[in-house]
Each structure stands twice: as structure tokens, then as C-alpha cells.
């Protein structure tokens, strides 16, 4: 089974993802935690010059084209190998980030971002995905003490426009599971276990 978990960033879906992973793995199964961009030696050096040259002129498809990289390096090296072997792969944002970041966000035509991540995805489609909806407002106290990366400063408008294209998404999309991300730590790890096990159940039917 392949579960993303989605959100602006504050959303708290990074502790969602945690918690799910050692849940499961408490349950016995193989489970592999990723995140994106990053998870393999090369994804993670994309990461860094994606996020962390904040004064680096970075294009918005030059940024685009270095997150489908990534991805393609992750989906081959770790997340198609796991699947093939019934592992249960989570993974910290995923091909809806790009959709929702620089689609929405950047104002990159959606349908040529489909086309370049359909190399990268080379058919590992998300089964489950976790949306974890939060106000802008409130996602942007939550990181005000952070030290922000080259993405995070771009601001409330720009973080608005991510929001609604996750909504968006949502929208068209069965496997999508919205949650409200101003809920409490352990009410939203209830509700994830719940669905996780309701989405199970009905897949061995």
C-alpha cells in the first residue's frame, strides 16, 4: 500500500506520517517513512539546493524539472522495489505537493507538469492520501519561529494559492482524505488509524 500525507506547511502532516509509520509498524508490517523532495543520497541533495539556497535565482520550472528528478530517483531506488515487495510505503508529500506548490502556487501549467512527472511516477500512484487542511493564518504562526526555507518565505498569497489547489485536487480525487489540521495531535492520529483501516478492509473485500 502506497499513503501520502499532504498539507500546507504547519499542517502537521510530518507527525501524522510519523505516527502512522510506527503504528503500523507496531502491527507487524514492513513500512518504509520517505519524504519529498529527498528520501536517497541524490533526492536529498536536490532537496538541499531546492530548499536552502534561499538567495540562488532558481527558475520556477528550472524548480519544477529538480522535483521531478528527485521523485524519479525516489519512485525507482526505494518506493517501486518496497510496493513490488508488499511493503506499506508513506511518503511526506508526493506528486500532489507539486500539483498544489508549483502548479497552483507558481502558476505552472498543471498538464505540463503531468507530463514530466509521468516519468517520475513510472506508475506508483498513491492508494491513500492525507490532506491535512489548515488556515493560512494559522499555518503561518505555527512557523514563525522557524527558520524558514526558500519555499516558506514565500508568503501568506502564495501559501492561500497552495491551499485552494489542494482543495482543488481534492475535489477530483476519491483517494483524498481532507482533515482538519487545527485538530489536536492525537485526534487527528485517531482519525488517521480509523480511515487507514476502513480503506483496508474495503480493499480485501
Same mark, same amino acid.
Given at each position: 500500500?502506497?499513503?501520502?500525507?499532504?498539507?500546507?506547511?504547519?499542517?502537521?502532516?510530518?507527525?501524522?506520517?510519523?505516527?502512522?509509520?510506527?503504528?503500523? #509498524?507496531? +502491527?507487524?508490517?514492513?513500512?518504509?517513512?520517505?519524504?519529498?523532495?529527498?528520501?536517497?543520497?541524490? #533526492?536529498?541533495?536536490?532537496? +538541499?539546493?531546492?530548499?536552502?539556497?534561499?538567495? #540562488?535565482?532558481?527558475?520556477? /520550472?528550472?524548480?519544477?524539472?529538480?522535483?521531478?528528478?528527485?521523485?524519479?530517483?525516489?519512485?525507482?531506488?526505494?518506493?517501486?522495489?518496497?510496493?513490488?515487495?508488499?511493503?506499506?510505503?508513506?511518503?511526506?508529500? /508526493?506528486?500532489?505537493?507539486?500539483?498544489?506548490?508549483?502548479?497552483?502556487?507558481?502558476?505552472?501549467?498543471?498538464?505540463?507538469?503531468?507530463?514530466?512527472?509521468?516519468?517520475?511516477?513510472?506508475?506508483?500512484?498513491?492508494?491513500?492520501?492525507?490532506?491535512?487542511?489548515?488556515?493560512?493564518?494559522?499555518?503561518?504562526?505555527?512557523?514563525?519561529?522557524?527558520?524558514?526555507?526558500?519555499?516558506?518565505?514565500?508568503?501568506?498569497?502564495?501559501?492561500?494559492?497552495?491551499?485552494?489547489?489542494?482543495?482543488?485536487?481534492?475535489?477530483?480525487?476519491?483517494?483524498?482524505?481532507?482533515?482538519?489540521?487545527?485538530?489536536?495531535?492525537?485526534?487527528?492520529?485517531?482519525?488517521?488509524?480509523?480511515? /487507514?483501516?476502513?480503506?483496508?478492509?474495503?480493499?480485501?473485500?
Amino acid at each position: 500500500m502506497f499513503i501520502t500525507f499532504e498539507g500546507i506547511d504547519g499542517s502537521g502532516k510530518s507527525t501524522q506520517a510519523k505516527y502512522l509509520k510506527e503504528r503500523l #509498524s507496531d +502491527d507487524g508490517f514492513n513500512v518504509y517513512l520517505l519524504r519529498e523532495p529527498g528520501g536517497t543520497i541524490i #533526492s536529498e541533495k536536490i532537496r +538541499d539546493l531546492i530548499l536552502n539556497h534561499k538567495e #540562488s535565482l532558481i527558475s520556477d /520550472y528550472t524548480e519544477a524539472l529538480l522535483i521531478a528528478s528527485s521523485r524519479y530517483q525516489l519512485v525507482n531506488e526505494i518506493i517501486g522495489p518496497e510496493l513490488k515487495k508488499k511493503s506499506i510505503v508513506i511518503c511526506d508529500r /508526493y506528486i500532489d505537493s507539486t500539483l498544489a506548490y508549483q502548479g497552483y502556487g507558481r502558476g505552472i501549467n498543471i498538464k505540463w507538469l503531468m507530463a514530466i512527472n509521468k516519468f517520475s511516477l513510472n506508475q506508483a500512484n498513491p492508494d491513500l492520501t492525507f490532506l491535512f487542511d489548515l488556515n493560512v493564518k494559522d499555518s503561518i504562526k505555527r512557523i514563525e519561529n522557524k527558520n524558514k526555507d526558500r519555499i516558506e518565505l514565500e508568503g501568506d498569497n502564495f501559501l492561500k494559492k497552495v491551499r485552494n489547489g489542494y482543495l482543488e485536487l481534492a475535489k477530483d480525487s476519491k483517494r483524498f482524505n481532507i482533515l482538519n489540521g487545527i485538530n489536536s495531535p492525537l485526534n487527528l492520529k485517531s482519525k488517521v488509524y480509523e480511515i /487507514y483501516l476502513d480503506y483496508k478492509n474495503k480493499r480485501q473485500i
